[in-house]
């Protein structure tokens, strides 16, 4: 099966400043997904990511999957309170019926 | 055009008792799968199912654990004789085909408390 290792498992950074997460996948990625939670409550989607090399960009929050698409990283400009949760990449297997894996998710704190 | 619905949001549960979770998908989606969020991990893959039929349940606990998604009416989550280890979010999420581009939608959750 899929595994993916987030990194780092935590984060704590000055509001205003630049950060990026990176996800690593064991095998080839075909569709990389990244959500936003927030304590307490459901997912938010942000952005999905299918070819090696693409990157998608949405507000202040840049997603790209690399050339050989077993890793992806999501970076945040100018970070905002806001920002704040716990971020989580999700692949699917890339064929009809297979499912989200998810890694363990990375816990952002943005200090005013 | 309402989103993934799962109600109960809350459900305590005294040990020994039956949890249902009910998880109504968005309109259109046929495909369902329901996650577990332990307390401070990643969400875990429990089962995918489309209409009534189970695709997928390597991820369901081998006993006390059902999932059905009937041709009518919402996915059920059945828990038999909880236990204090249950209490977790159960997240559901539903597609229209394997989830390309924006199929994967979740529901808010169901947080369950075992006491």
């Known amino acids: 099966s899929q595994e993916l290792e987030q990194s780092p498992q935590s984060l704590i950074v000055q509001e205003g400043k630049n950060l990026t997460i990176n996800c690593t996948s064991s095998?080839?990625?075909?569709?990389l997904y990244w959500y936003k939670q927030k304590y307490g409550e459901g997912l938010i989607f942000l952005m999905m990511?299918?070819?090696?090399?693409e990157e998608k960009s949405h507000e202040k929050i840049t997603a790209k999957l690399d050339e050989k698409k077993q890793q992806s990283s999501l970076h945040i400009t100018a970070s905002q309170p806001s920002h704040a949760g716990i971020y989580l990449c999700?692949?699917?297997?890339?064929?009809?019926?297979?499912?989200?894996?998810f890694g363990e998710g990375t816990q952002l704190t943005v200090n005013p | 055009n309402a989103g993934v619905m799962q109600n109960p949001r809350h459900l305590v549960r005294r040990r020994g008792q039956e949890a249902r979770l009910r998880c109504s998908p968005m309109?259109?989606?046929?495909?369902v799968y329901w996650y577990r969020q332990l307390p401070e991990e990643g969400l875990k893959f429990m089962v995918y199912?489309?209409?009534?039929?189970?695709?997928?349940e390597s991820g369901m606990p081998k006993e006390r654990f059902s999932a059905e998604f009937p041709k009518e009416g919402p996915s059920i989550l059945r828990i038999q004789q909880v236990v204090r280890g249950d209490s977790a979010a159960y997240f559901c999420?539903?597609?229209?085909?394997?989830?390309?581009?924006?199929?994967?939608?979740f529901g808010s959750g169901t947080r369950l408390t075992v006491v």
């Open positions: 999420a539903s597609s229209a085909d394997r989830g390309l581009g924006y199929g994967y939608t």
């Open positions: 095998k080839t990625l075909y569709g």
């Open positions: 990511l299918q070819k090696g090399g």
């Open positions: 999700g692949a699917d297997g890339g064929t009809s019926g297979s499912r989200l894996t």
């Open positions: 309109k259109g989606h046929s495909h």
């Open positions: 199912l489309q209409k009534e039929n189970i695709i997928d």
